[in-house]
């Protein structure tokens, strides 16, 4: 729900820039504010609820967010009982053979859940940014050959199983353990 008003809002900003009518830009201007009460109101919600708990030790991670945190909670309920190879499967972070026959291609990411995989490639590109272990670890990979988009999207598949195992253990990101 929250991705879907955000969404709104978005479009409502991009036609405001285009409207020429007064009477419609008044009507758009008055809906941007009550949408964005909106989105805040579910925000709140997601934290006062019994998720709070994980959402707080999600974000401790440094590069994730409440958009990541909330996305993940909301739209992937196997992050409790699947393994690191089935979540990754599941949100479009693991590679696929393309294959048929004879004709043989690299591998490709095109399956899972779009939404959790925009959003988890967005934290990758953050996290490799700000999080000093997976920065040397985006690097590394950069070094021996890995073009940079695949290598973000291992960064978003070791996060992924960094952050799964944070709820499992009840401890915050340490980045001795990452």
Known sequence: MRRQITEGKVRVANQLKQVRDQARRRMQTRCLPQLETEILLISKRLTDSDKARRDRLLQSFPGIGPTYSHTLLGLVS????????????????????????????????????????SVAYMAALTAARCNPVIKAYRDRLVATGVSPKAAIIAVARRILGIIIAMPRTGQPYNPAHA
């Open 78 to 117: 196997e992050i409790d009982s699947a393994d690191l190879c089935e979540l990754a499967a599941l949100i479009g972070g693991a590679p696929f053979d393309d294959r048929s026959g004879t004709r043989v291609r690299k591998q490709r990411i095109f399956e899972g859940r779009a939404e959790v995989r």
